[in-house]
């Protein structure tokens, strides 16, 4: 008798209620939630309603799933995140992150809170994610068998999508800075040598969460985009003491620019995919 994995079963309870097959997914991180409530014709799951599907315990992450369009185009977008801090398991995400592609997905846009390691890069700018540092000696594909637990990185993040994320940003007249993300487990800040470590190593900025789901939809098949909020200089670039309140102060400047380019991004990508508006 075979097991039908939460996923599978997630994603049939998504079917149920709604016929439409999502092109693009999105994980929105602090300060984005909101932009859930742009989603036309919104269908809504809780994650407390979906198999295997965590739920956070962090008071910026909402914890739902919506089904509809942006753009014209379908999507689905998460709003909100379970981190590796809050269970200590990298692969927290998977189910989500599996569900996303069972439904139809064919890539994932994934969007963060950061420090920032460059003072030129002030709180509310945005940084588009060219590269990662696993900081944390962790990986989400840890125990999973086969071959295809082998994922190549060397272009974990989509060219295509960064080129459509630059134009988004151009047309809005936006200054997207590109950099590398350097994952740390959290809850605790950095110290400030570890961001002179950081920076040593090539990191622009340094957060809390996206590296396991960036791998896990690598591991899927799924194309991924990924854009950073910096909302704070990152520790020991100036004399004050960090705090999530800060992070939560700052990232909604960072959101309203993206809520500007994540449209033309996501109707770019549908129209590249045949998707119907």
């Known amino acids: 008798m075979s097991v039908v994995s939460n996923a599978a079963r997630a994603a049939a309870m998504i079917a149920a209620k709604t016929d439409?097959?999502?092109?693009?997914?999105?994980?929105?991180?602090?300060?984005?939630?909101?932009?859930?409530d742009s989603v036309e014709g919104a269908v809504r799951f809780s994650f407390a309603d979906l198999p295997g599907f965590p739920v956070s315990?962090?008071?910026?992450?909402?914890?739902?799933?919506?089904?509809?369009?942006?753009?014209?185009?379908?999507?689905?977008?998460?709003?909100?995140?379970?981190?590796?801090?809050?269970?200590?398991?990298?692969?927290?995400?998977?189910?989500?992150?599996?569900?996303?592609?069972?439904?139809?997905?064919?890539?994932?846009?994934?969007?963060?809170?950061?420090?920032g390691l460059h003072l030129e890069v002030g709180p509310g700018e945005l940084m588009l994610i060219t590269d990662h540092i696993n900081f944390t000696g962790s990986n989400p594909l840890v125990g999973e068998l086969g071959d295809e637990r082998f994922?190549?990185?060397?272009?974990?993040?989509?060219?295509?999508?960064?080129?459509?994320?630059?134009?988004?940003?151009?047309?809005?007249g936006i200054k997207l800075h590109s950099g590398v993300y350097v994952w740390f487990t959290g809850p605790s800040f950095e110290t400030p040598a570890e961001i002179r470590a950081a920076k040593i190593l090539g990191g622009d900025a340094v957060g809390m969460s996206t590296?396991?789901?960036?791998?896990?939809?690598?591991?899927?098949?799924?194309?991924?985009?990924?854009?950073?909020?910096?909302t704070n200089p990152a520790a020991g670039l100036t004399d004050q003491e960090l705090s999530h309140e800060e992070v939560k102060e700052a990232a909604p400047k960072g959101a309203e620019k993206l809520r500007r380019i994540l449209p033309r991004v996501i109707k770019g990508y549908g129209a590249a995919y045949g998707a119907k508006a």
């Open 20 to 36: 439409l097959k999502p092109v693009v997914g999105m994980v929105l991180g602090s300060g984005l939630g909101s932009f859930a």
């Open 57 to 115: 315990t962090v008071s910026s992450h909402k914890g739902e799933l919506v089904i509809g369009r942006i753009a014209g185009q379908p999507v689905a977008v998460l709003s909100g995140r379970a981190h590796y801090y809050e269970h200590g398991e990298a692969a927290i995400m998977k189910t989500p992150i599996e569900v996303l592609k069972l439904i139809g997905c064919r890539a994932v846009i994934l969007t963060n809170a950061a420090g």
């Open 151 to 172: 994922v190549g990185m060397s272009q974990a993040y989509d060219v295509r999508l960064q080129t459509l994320f630059r134009e988004a940003a151009a047309a809005e």
């Open 211 to 230: 590296v396991p789901e960036v791998i896990l939809a690598r591991y899927m098949g799924l194309e991924v985009a990924a854009v950073s909020t910096v």
